[in-house]
């Protein structure tokens, strides 16, 4: 009986931690409940990784994204909606409050459904510009699948995402066999703006365009975007870490495209679909099961010989060596481990008044690390200034979530009974000695003058003058 | 030093100018009136000069040491004394940096101070200083001396740090 009991707890506790960080509660807006059915492989995943799914249409009356001003659900996914607008339930500024209450998005769109006015306006807001009309088709004459847009060239073969940037892990295409591509049917391209928390996950080909089918069908004169401007996949991190994700297909999240769908190649070639793996990874960054970091523990003490060796104390002293660990742990699916910073990039201590006095890279620290969790430490002299002074780890990098911790300390000045005596420094020794020298020769001309005073007679002789 | 000559001088201008009328006039004059008029005894003239210069020096010295008190005399070798100690300070603050700046700025100032302590002793003891200080017997001066000079070396010590 017992051992069924911790069974069962076992179970539950497997099943509860094979979530995501924040919650499992996920709404998903479709236009029909029935159309649920084309995604049954995505949402099949979703549910298998834990996800508490909810269906709604914008019309429901019961749709709400708060109740009593706590967020309802944890995630949200917009599937293509044939409605002008979402309806008083999912305004611009209620996504916004959503985001902003650690919410997490993801946006698909496709290009025979105009994207809703809501979602228009809430991408806007993110510096997420969509073409005209609110709808648009991303072709490419060079890179299609031949088996099934042999005329229409609208169903792009794109290669698996690299990294951005060289510092940076690849989470969405790291699994990806050597030839697979990832089938992008029929989908809209966005341009997106300057704003450094947007990153594109999956840029389109240098011979994509994006048109209008409807107005363009004959001439295409006016582009909305071309080639690599064009950004198919979306990323979007707020500061407070919420994620949004804007597919650009979401046709390629369908079962059709799933599962080593084969799709043939320009060349002839026929590869396999490398869709399933990348919604999965696309879903669970949105809903922060992968690059989710976590502050394990911070801790500073000094580290001179002989002093006491008290953790995170309030006030250092001038000149003081101290040293700082931090503890990082990364969240992987269901678990978390080590968070191993990529081999071109450094994870920053700051420790500054105002501005940084001090920017130091933090060193992996075996002895206070385990298997899930890394440290990473430094140590230095604080500077010949008193003040009110923070340590700070400032480590903001797309598809990791933010890491901004302040601790703040104060460091005094010198008392002055520990500045080193004089007579422990061997440079003064001659100064020193010159008092000495003096105080004795005064000593000695005192006795000798004593000594030698002149006779009393002669003395007093003079006095009578 | 300046100050031990002028006193010096000052003390007993009219035996300086006998010892000087007391030298055999016959070489000084001539060599310096016959130097404008051929130059080649010119070479002859300067060992002549030196040969005065020292002599003037030997006489000053005899004076000084035969008119001087013994008190003074005393006074001024510690003078010299704490010059010197003075100077080897502050040459090695020169060449060596004043780090400690405390311990080089108590021991130079115990020299200086010292010297001016007994700079004052010097001109209150005097016998020639004597109608100015007619309130303050040599042993008085000496007294204020040895409290002046305590204070001195109580503060120096505990400059140090």
């Given at each position: 009986?017992?051992?069924?009991?911790?069974?069962?707890?076992?179970?539950f506790?497997?099943?509860?931690?094979?979530?995501?960080?924040?919650?499992?509660?996920?709404?998903?807006?479709?236009?029909?409940?029935?159309?649920?059915?084309?995604?049954?492989?995505?949402?099949?995943?979703?549910?298998?990784?834990?996800f508490?799914?909810?269906f709604?249409?914008?019309?429901?009356?019961?749709?709400?994204?708060?109740?009593?001003?706590?967020?309802?659900?944890?995630?949200?996914?917009?599937f293509?909606?044939?409605t002008?607008?979402l309806?008083?339930?999912?305004?611009?500024?209620?996504?916004?409050?959503?985001?902003?209450?650690?919410?997490?998005?993801?946006?698909?769109?496709?290009?025979?459904?105009?994207?809703?006015?809501?979602?228009?306006?809430?991408?806007?807001?993110?510096?997420?510009?969509?073409?005209a009309?609110?709808?648009?088709?991303?072709?490419?004459?060079?890179?299609?699948?031949t088996?099934s847009?042999?005329?229409?060239?609208?169903?792009?073969?794109?290669?698996?995402?690299?990294?951005?940037?060289?510092?940076?892990?690849?989470?969405?295409?790291?699994a990806a066999?050597?030839?697979?591509?990832?089938?992008?049917?029929?989908?809209?391209?966005?341009?997106?703006g300057a704003?450094?928390?947007?990153?594109?996950?999956?840029?389109?080909?240098?011979?994509?365009?994006?048109?209008?089918?409807?107005?363009?069908?004959?001439?295409?004169?006016d582009?909305?975007?071309?080639?690599?401007?064009?950004?198919?996949?979306?990323?979007?991190?707020?500061?407070?870490?919420?994620?949004?994700?804007?597919?650009?297909?979401?046709?390629?999240?369908?079962?059709?495209?799933?599962?080593?769908?084969?799709?043939?190649?320009?060349?002839?070639?026929?590869?396999?679909?490398?869709?399933?793996?990348?919604?999965?990874?696309i879903s669970?960054?949105?809903?922060?099961?992968?690059?989710?970091?976590?502050?394990?523990w911070?801790?500073?003490?000094?580290?001179?010989?002989?002093?006491?060796?008290?953790?995170n104390?309030?006030?250092?002293?001038?000149?003081?060596?101290?040293?700082?660990?931090?503890?990082?742990?990364?969240y992987?699916?269901?678990?978390?481990?080590?968070?191993?910073?990529?081999?071109?990039?450094?994870?920053?201590?700051?420790?500054?008044?105002?501005?940084?006095?001090?920017r130091?890279a933090?060193?992996?620290?075996?002895?206070?690390?385990?298997?899930?969790?890394?440290?990473?430490?430094?140590?230095?002299?604080?500077?010949?200034?008193?003040?009110?002074?923070n340590?700070?780890?400032?480590?903001?990098?797309?598809?990791?979530?933010?890491?901004?911790?302040?601790?703040?300390?104060?460091?005094?000045?010198m008392?002055?009974?520990?500045?080193?005596?004089?007579?422990?420094?061997?440079?003064?020794?001659?100064?020193?000695?010159?008092?000495?020298?003096?105080v004795?020769?005064?000593?000695?001309?005192c006795?000798?003058?004593?000594?030698?005073?002149?006779?009393?007679?002669?003395?007093?002789?003079?006095?009578?003058? | 030093?300046?100050?031990?000559?002028?006193?010096?001088?000052?003390?007993?201008?009219?035996?300086?100018?006998?010892?000087?009328?007391?030298?055999?006039?016959?070489?000084?004059?001539?060599?310096?009136s016959?130097?404008?008029?051929?130059?080649?005894?010119?070479?002859k003239?300067?060992?002549?000069?030196?040969?005065?210069?020292t002599?003037?020096?030997?006489?000053?010295?005899?004076?000084?040491?035969?008119?001087?008190?013994?008190?003074?005399?005393?006074?001024?070798?510690?003078?010299?004394?704490?010059?010197?100690?003075?100077?080897?300070?502050f040459?090695?603050?020169?060449?060596?940096?004043n780090?400690?700046?405390?311990a080089f700025?108590?021991?130079?100032s115990?020299?200086?101070?010292?010297?001016v302590?007994?700079?004052?002793?010097?001109i209150?003891?005097?016998?020639?200083?004597?109608?100015?200080?007619?309130?303050?017997?040599?042993?008085?001066?000496?007294?204020?001396?040895?409290?002046?000079?305590?204070?001195?070396?109580?503060f120096?010590?505990?400059?140090?740090?």
């Amino acid at each position: 009986m017992r051992s069924l009991l911790s069974l069962i707890v076992f179970l539950f506790a497997v099943s509860v931690s094979a979530v995501s960080t924040t919650g499992n509660r996920l709404l998903a807006i479709l236009d029909d409940v029935a159309d649920k059915d084309n995604y049954s492989k995505f949402l099949g995943d979703l549910a298998s990784r834990g996800f508490d799914l909810t269906f709604e249409t914008p019309k429901s009356e019961s749709l709400a994204l708060f109740h009593l001003g706590e967020r309802k659900y944890d995630h949200v996914i917009f599937f293509p909606t044939k409605t002008k607008g979402l309806g008083p339930n999912l305004t611009p500024n209620i996504l916004v409050q959503f985001l902003n209450a650690n919410g997490n998005v993801l946006v698909t769109l496709s290009s025979g459904v105009a994207a809703p006015n809501s979602l228009v306006s809430f991408l806007a807001e993110l510096d997420i510009q969509l073409p005209a009309d609110r709808t648009g088709l991303v072709v490419d004459h060079f890179n299609y699948d031949t088996a099934s847009a042999a005329d229409l060239h609208d169903v792009l073969l794109l290669p698996t995402p690299k990294t951005v940037r060289s510092d940076i892990k690849n989470i969405f295409g790291a699994a990806a066999p050597a030839d697979s591509v990832i089938a992008f049917p029929r989908g809209v391209g966005a341009a997106l703006g300057a704003s450094e928390l947007l990153t594109p996950i999956v840029r389109a080909p240098r011979n994509a365009y994006s048109y209008n089918p409807k107005e363009q069908a004959q001439v295409v004169d006016d582009l909305f975007a071309a080639g690599e401007q064009l950004s198919l996949v979306s990323s979007f991190q707020a500061l407070n870490s919420a994620r949004l994700v804007l597919l650009g297909s979401a046709e390629l999240l369908q079962d059709k495209w799933f599962d080593e769908a084969e799709v043939t190649k320009v060349d002839g070639k026929k590869v396999k679909t490398y869709n399933r793996e990348f919604a999965k990874r696309i879903s669970a960054w949105t809903f922060q099961e992968l690059g989710v970091l976590r502050v394990n523990w911070i801790e500073h003490h000094l580290s001179e010989e002989g002093a006491v060796n008290v953790s995170n104390p309030k006030i250092y002293r001038i000149k003081n060596k101290v040293s700082y660990t931090i503890s990082l742990s990364e969240y992987t699916y269901d678990s978390w481990s080590a968070f191993n910073v990529p081999a071109n990039d450094a994870i920053q201590l700051e420790f500054s008044m105002l501005s940084p006095f001090h920017r130091l890279a933090l060193e992996f620290d075996k002895a206070h690390s385990t298997k899930d969790a890394a440290a990473y430490s430094a140590e230095f002299v604080l500077p010949d200034q008193h003040g009110i002074f923070n340590f700070k780890v400032n480590y903001k990098r797309p598809f990791l979530s933010n890491v901004e911790e302040k601790n703040t300390v104060s460091v005094r000045h010198m008392a002055h009974n520990e500045w080193p005596r004089s007579f422990a420094i061997s440079g003064a020794w001659p100064w020193i000695s010159g008092i000495g020298v003096t105080v004795v020769g005064w000593v000695a001309f005192c006795a000798l003058w004593l000594y030698s005073a002149p006779p009393k007679g002669k003395k007093e002789s003079k006095k009578t003058q | 030093m300046a100050k031990k000559s002028s006193a010096a001088r000052t003390a007993s201008p009219a035996p300086v100018a006998a010892t000087t009328t007391a030298i055999p006039p016959a070489t000084t004059p001539a060599a310096a009136s016959s130097a404008p008029v051929a130059a080649t005894p010119k070479p002859k003239s300067t060992p002549s000069q030196n040969q005065s210069w020292t002599r003037v020096l030997n006489s000053l010295t005899k004076h000084y040491l035969s008119t001087t008190p013994q008190r003074t005399l005393l006074l001024d070798a510690f003078q010299v004394f704490l010059v010197v100690v003075g100077i080897l300070q502050f040459l090695y603050c020169i060449l060596a940096g004043n780090y400690p700046f405390n311990a080089f700025l108590s021991g130079f100032s115990a020299t200086v101070g010292q010297f001016v302590l007994t700079a004052s002793l010097r001109i209150q003891t005097t016998e020639g200083n004597k109608k100015d200080f007619v309130s303050v017997s040599p042993e008085r001066a000496f007294a204020d001396y040895v409290g002046c000079s305590l204070i001195l070396h109580f503060f120096c010590v505990n400059f140090i740090n």
